[in-house]
Nanobody
């Protein structure tokens, strides 16, 4: 059974940094695409970034490009989201997701597995 567990969220001041982690278990993820999404109160789920596990190709939303970096650690079966220059509008619950086809996609419906989410709050 696939399990994705996020951690690393918290409260940070604007301009600060946080690193989110997504520990994946339950199968071999070498052919998977992994994504980060976020959802602010009253809004829909928004794509943030994605990485293809096999070759580390990445894809970012324009709103985070240059500020966020997605990466993965094969040995730890973990995907990271390094967030810098955080803004109040980055406040949301952040979710990790896995897609079995290895496609870099921003569409939430393409991801089969989801974590429980971790709260990120950026104060002004």
């Amino acid at each position: 059974q696939v399990q994705l567990v996020e951690s690393g969220g918290g409260l940070v001041q604007a301009g600060g940094s946080l690193r989110l982690s997504c520990a994946a278990s339950g199968r071999t993820f070498s052919s998977y695409g992994m994504g980060w999404f976020r959802q602010a109160p009253g809004k829909g789920r928004e794509f943030v970034a994605a990485i293809r596990w096999s070759d580390s190709n990445t894809y970012y939303a324009n709103s985070v490009k240059g500020r966020f970096t997605i990466s993965r650690d094969n040995a730890k079966n973990t995907v990271y989201l390094q967030m810098s220059s955080l803004k109040p509008e980055d406040t949301a619950v952040y979710y990790c997701a896995a897609e079995a086809g290895g496609v870099l996609t921003r569409a939430p419906g393409s991801y089969e597995y989801w974590g429980q989410g971790t709260q990120v709050t950026v104060s002004s």
